[in-house]
């Protein structure tokens, strides 16, 4: 199994510009989320998804959106890039009682 | 959710036992214990859960106190690759997790 995997790994944007973040798992899990992290900072979550077609709000969802056509996608969409966004990006899918964290995504908005 | 409080930072010579507290004197009798870490860049890794039992695995021992307002994350033997962020979090289920600032253990040689 590859686990949880992340695309692209590092990502320059400039204010405005739009782009999906792309994270798939193979474990058949229902649960997938996305949390973002700032420097020094702990994860905030941001969007999740308990199982295709169903996804619901986290902590800081704000200028992202999310779908969940399938049990192995779950992609992360910035609608309009701000400087704010400027963050790692984590995907995570989980079994209780684990959550099973990809490699990140690194995102710099100028 | 019940609040979290762990110390900032803590140290932990190679080959001793790393004690890492973590107080949650609002905890509700349904919600469990989980620990994760994070280790420089990567996405956190689960390490242990408990409820009310003290809990081992081959990663590390987690003693919950009776009361359940406190907990301890033991890495038995702690080694340089142990140096990470640890985080406790305290959920009814691992959905929604609420990672804090966790922990930052420096293992040294």
């Known amino acids: 199994n590859a686990g949880v995997t992340q695309t692209p790994k590092f990502q320059v944007l400039k204010t405005g510009q739009s782009m999906t973040l792309q994270c798939a798992q193979d474990?058949?899990?229902?649960?997938m989320s996305w949390y973002r992290q700032d420097p020094g900072m702990g994860l905030r979550l941001i969007h999740y998804?308990?199982?295709?077609?169903?996804?619901d709000q986290g902590e800081v969802p704000n200028g992202y959106n999310v779908s969940r056509s399938t049990t192995e996608d779950f992609p992360l969409r910035l609608l309009s890039a701000a400087p704010s966004q400027t963050s790692v990006y984590f995907c995570a899918s989980q079994k209780w009682p684990t959550q099973y964290f990809g490699p990140g995504t690194r995102l710099l908005v100028l | 959710d019940a609040k979290t409080t762990q110390p900032p930072s803590m140290d932990c010579a190679e080959g001793r036992a790393a004690n890492l507290p973590c107080n949650h004197s609002?905890?509700?009798?349904?919600?469990?214990v989980y620990w994760y870490r994070q280790i420089h860049s990567q996405g956190p890794q689960y390490i242990i859960h408990g409820l009310k039992n003290n809990e081992t695995n081959e990663m590390a021992s987690l003693i919950i106190t009776e009361d359940r307002k406190s907990s301890t994350l033991i890495l038995p033997h702690a080694t340089l690759r142990d140096t990470a962020v640890y985080y406790c979090i305290v959920r009814v289920d691992n959905n929604d997790m609420r990672f804090g600032a966790g922990t930052r253990l420096t293992v040294k040689p």
């Open positions: 609002t905890i509700s009798g349904n919600e469990y």
């Open positions: 474990m058949n899990h229902e649960y």
């Open positions: 998804s308990v199982g295709a077609g169903i996804t």
